[in-house]
């Protein structure tokens, strides 16, 4: 088990891109796991965005895929999402987690990234 | 695209009762990618059950998982107070890869 951490802006314009990091500690960013990225929001529940192999293979949510990227720095132990031409139905709270087992495992605590002007 | 749909919306139950909780699947789905989730107010979600009937580490043997056919179900066998919180089920595709959830069951007091 490893604890999970999100970092990033709290506010991004529209038509902006927004980035978040997350940090993996207690543990390394290793091939018994994917990382993933998740949103959740009152209207939408629980969505779930792509992920991340340490090979570096990823695979993204069809209907989001063209606006995401993640990507790994397996020397930080971080890795991160980008999320272009955001519009006010991004507004969420962003979780990074890994998965095992076809199960999110570990979630990190959630941060509230709101699309606004 | 495998829709999960989760029912009831909200129950209402007492500490010491039994919870059942059911998630229906619109096509048939391996069981083996088949997990629930627990989340609190203000908390990320827990994983409770995975493959279906699996307890994640540390989930407390009161939560067990069953399914027949599309149908899954979450069962807290006595409920303790700790357990009103909103419960998820999560599917696993193969192809393409890919997670998604239902929309919840309340389970409140």
């Known amino acids: 088990q490893v604890q999970l951490q999100e970092s990033g802006p709290g506010l991004v314009k529209p038509s902006g891109t927004l980035s978040l990091t997350c940090t993996v500690s207690?543990?390394?960013?290793?091939?018994?796991?994917?990382c993933s990225w998740l949103r959740q929001t009152p209207g939408k529940g629980l969505e779930w965005i792509g992920e991340?192999?340490?090979?570096?293979?990823?695979n993204y949510n069809p209907s989001l895929k063209s606006r995401v990227t993640i990507s790994m720095d397996k020397s930080k132990n971080q890795f991160s999402l980008k999320f272009n031409s955001v519009t006010a139905a991004d507004t969420a709270v962003y979780y990074c987690?890994?998965?095992?087992?076809?199960?999110?495992?570990?979630w990190g605590q959630g941060t509230l990234v709101t699309v606004s002007s | 695209e495998i829709v999960l749909t989760q029912s009831p919306g909200t129950l209402s139950l007492s500490p010491g009762e039994r919870a059942t909780l059911s998630c229906r699947a619109s096509?048939?789905?391996?069981?083996?990618?088949l997990a629930w989730y627990q989340q609190k107010p203000g908390q990320s979600p827990r994983v409770l059950i995975y493959?279906?009937?699996s307890r994640a580490t540390g989930i407390p043997d009161r939560f067990s998982g069953s399914w027949s056919g599309t149908d899954f179900t979450l069962t807290i066998s006595r409920l303790e107070p700790e357990d009103f919180a909103v419960y998820y089920c999560?599917?696993?595709?193969?192809?393409?890869?890919?997670?998604?959830f239902g929309q919840g069951t309340k389970v409140e007091i």
């Open positions: 987690a890994t998965s095992f087992f076809y199960a999110i495992q570990d």
């Open positions: 207690g543990g390394s960013i290793d091939n018994s796991f994917w």
């Open positions: 991340i192999y340490l090979t570096g293979n990823t």
């Open positions: 096509q048939s789905v391996d069981s083996t990618y």
């Open positions: 493959g279906a009937s």
């Open positions: 999560q599917h696993y595709l193969t192809s393409p890869p890919g997670y998604t």
